[in-house]
């Protein structure tokens, strides 16, 4: 045990990375939009905020959720047929109880055009091909999709976002691993069968509210958010585990805080079907002007990765939080432009945002899980941002 002032302060900081590493290990793994494994971990965060002090609120919503029954991949070629692992994509059409088969034509990492003749036939190609031309493939006719993950990741596990999620003519789609996409890639030509059972059905999601009311400027609000739910088969310790305690303990930090502005903390459900929680948040505030500032919170932790703080708004906003930056000495990567996460809400309705991003390249794998995670980085940021709502809450700046 140390002695001096100083070894006990280090004591006192092991003790808070102990404290947010075991709750992230508390939290359940597979936490899909609208399962079990969300509403569980929704239930532990409130638990937390109640012992801090703070009242929360659920707001609860209906989602489209999906689970996959059965999933496989088969490649046959000169009459052999091999077996490859691979993983349903969510929201992608059903073959059951039947199955889809054609023959495999290979995309380009980063295409920009389909090629001809894809009617009738299975597309293999990366997550990013996949995203950008997904309604090129439905139009021109395609029967299903093969998506190859990065290297070293294992399978990702995916699902259809947004405006995809409901359209009648989807096509089925499995992610193969880097490896297992060469494979194929190396027997082309080759037909492939795809056979996905899943079953979509409505289910409860929802969001966690604390709201901290400002006393001198109550109709100015910030709002510090981070999303709860994962992808299938997934610790989601980075995506988004971390993103969950940093703000369960930077809302511990400004537990005895007088804030000027009002500050809410959100919690938000099903992010990863597009956003879900965030859009259904904005729906149904009927204040939106007021919101100055959203701060978002997604993959934090990684250890050796970029810290990327990606800022959409004013100059003004921008320039204030350089200069707080290079002042608090926080080491990061700012970039002036909108995030991927729930943040794309707000900034589409042109409030400011800032979102923290330090992910790892196990995002959205079964590796995602405390190994990759840093307790000390999560600890700095969450004491970078506390500093930060306390001088935004209560300076004196026009947003
Ligand atoms: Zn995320």
Redesign the pocket.
């Known amino acids: 045990m140390s002695l001096t002032a100083f070894g006990q302060k280090e004591d006192f900081i092991n003790n808070i990375q102990k404290n947010i590493i075991n709750l992230l290990k508390s939290l359940p793994s597979g936490r899909l939009g609208g399962s079990q494994q969300e509403k569980q971990t929704f239930y532990i965060i409130k638990d937390k905020i109640d012992s801090i002090g703070f009242i929360s609120r659920f707001q609860k919503f209906s989602c489209k959720s999906f689970i996959i029954k059965k999933e496989k991949l088969i490649i046959k070629k000169n009459g052999k047929e091999i077996s490859i692992k691979c993983a349903g994509i969510g929201f992608s059409n059903n073959t059951y109880p039947n199955t889809t088969s054609g023959e495999i034509i290979l995309l380009n990492n980063n295409a920009t055009h389909l090629p001809q003749k894809v009617r009738g036939k299975i597309i293999i190609c990366t997550k990013s091909t996949r995203s950008k031309m997904y309604a090129d493939f439905l139009e021109k006719g395609a029967q299903g999709f093969i998506e190859i993950s990065d290297p070293g990741c294992g399978i990702r596990s995916t699902q259809l976002k947004g405006e995809y999620i409901d359209l009648p003519n989807n096509i089925p789609g499995v992610s193969v691993s880097y490896n297992n996409g060469i494979t194929i890639t190396k027997m082309l030509p080759a037909q492939a069968t795809i056979i996905l059972h899943q079953v979509i059905q409505f289910s409860e999601s929802m969001n966690l509210i604390v709201n901290i009311n400002g006393h001198s400027m109550p109709d100015e609000k910030i709002i510090i958010g981070a999303?709860v739910d994962t992808v299938q088969n997934t610790k989601g310790a980075c995506?988004?585990g971390s993103g969950v305690v940093t703000l369960l303990e930077i809302l511990r930090r400004l537990r005895n805080f007088k804030s000027d502005r009002s500050l809410i903390f959100i919690w938000f459900g099903c992010?990863?079907y597009g956003w879900k929680g965030s859009s259904y948040f904005m729906s149904q505030c009927d204040t939106i002007s007021e919101i100055k500032l959203m701060i978002n919170l997604?993959?934090l932790g990684g250890y050796i990765e970029n810290n990327e703080v990606k800022i959409s708004g004013t100059e003004k906003i921008y320039s204030h939080f350089i200069d707080f930056v290079k002042q608090k000495h926080y080491c990061c990567c700012v970039k002036r432009e909108r995030g991927t996460?729930d943040d794309i809400v707000f900034s589409q309705k042109n409030i400011n945002t800032i979102c923290f991003h330090k992910g790892t390249p196990y995002?959205h794998t079964n590796k995602d899980n405390l190994n990759t995670i840093d307790a000390a980085a999560l600890l700095t940021t969450s004491i970078f941002l506390t500093k930060y709502l306390k001088e935004i809450a209560n300076k004196n700046i026009k947003f």
């Open positions: 999303h995506d988004n992010e990863e997604d993959s996460g995002i």
